[in-house]
């Protein structure tokens, strides 16, 4: 079965300030895909990233990064200079790897990220 | 930018009577999935779809549910008899055809209350 544990459910930072949210995975499968989404106050699902689990090199997307390490099974997320803007719930989600056909995705509880001004 | 529709935004209704929510997908997405999410707690996997059949649903997916793509836009989510507990928001969603997992795109949702 595959599971996703965000343990943070909620941070708060002051505007300017880097922080990360953690993700953990588990899943029997050899290949998968990790995904970010965010969900601003408004309600929509915002795709952030994917990463298929055969690619470990991080990624950087202007104030955000994220990092996959296959061997403790995480893929975090980091917002670097944090701003308002950003307040929102952020959520990890897992897909095994189909080969074809539509996939399933397995998401975390979410972690709730607050910028305050 | 393309985007996933779906209405109404939010939808009341009593106990036991049935409800339709409405998605239209990207137009070239051929993958279509209907997620809920009960208020704050984590979205949830229903249901996908392809080719005019479900490729796989969750427990919680049972006969009260139905999906229907009617035509060639539309894809629908029934609820038979409505409970207190379908009251969520439900997201459709839709990917690509082309390659493998496809990030899937979301609909802004319909809030399902049950009274």
């Known amino acids: 079965a595959q599971k996703v544990t965000q343990a943070q459910t909620e941070i708060s930072v002051v505007e300017k300030e880097d922080v990360t949210l953690d993700c953990v995975y588990e899943?029997?499968?050899?290949?998968?895909?990790l995904f970010w989404y965010k969900q601003p106050p408004s309600g929509e699902l915002v795709f952030l990233i994917r990463?298929?689990?055969?690619?470990?090199q991080n990624e950087i997307s202007g104030r955000y990064s994220w990092n996959f390490q296959k061997s403790t099974s995480s893929f975090n997320f980091t917002i670097t200079a944090s701003q308002v803007v950003d307040s929102a719930v952020y959520f990890c989600?897992?897909?095994?790897?189909?080969?074809?056909?539509?996939?399933?995705?397995?998401f975390g509880q979410g972690t709730r990220l607050t910028i305050n001004p | 930018e393309p985007e996933v529709t779906q209405t109404p935004s939010h939808q009341v209704t009593q106990m036991g009577q049935e409800v339709i929510l409405r998605c239209v997908p990207i137009?070239?997405?051929?993958?279509f999935y209907w997620y809920r999410q009960i208020l704050g707690q984590k979205v949830e996997f229903l249901v996908s779809?392809?080719?005019?059949?479900?490729?796989?649903k969750s427990e919680i997916f049972d006969d009260q549910f139905s999906v229907e793509r009617p035509d060639g836009s539309n894809f629908t989510l029934k609820i038979r008899s409505t409970k207190l507990e379908d009251s969520a928001m439900y997201f459709c969603a839709s990917s690509e055809p082309t390659g493998t997992n496809q990030p899937q795109h979301f609909g802004d949702g319909t809030r399902l209350s049950i009274l």
């Open positions: 779809f392809y080719n005019n059949e479900i490729s796989e």
């Open positions: 899943t029997r499968d050899t290949t998968y895909y």
């Open positions: 989600a897992l897909s095994r790897d189909y080969i074809q056909g539509a996939q399933k995705l397995v």
């Open positions: 137009s070239n997405h051929l993958y």
């Open positions: 990463r298929n689990s055969f690619d470990e």
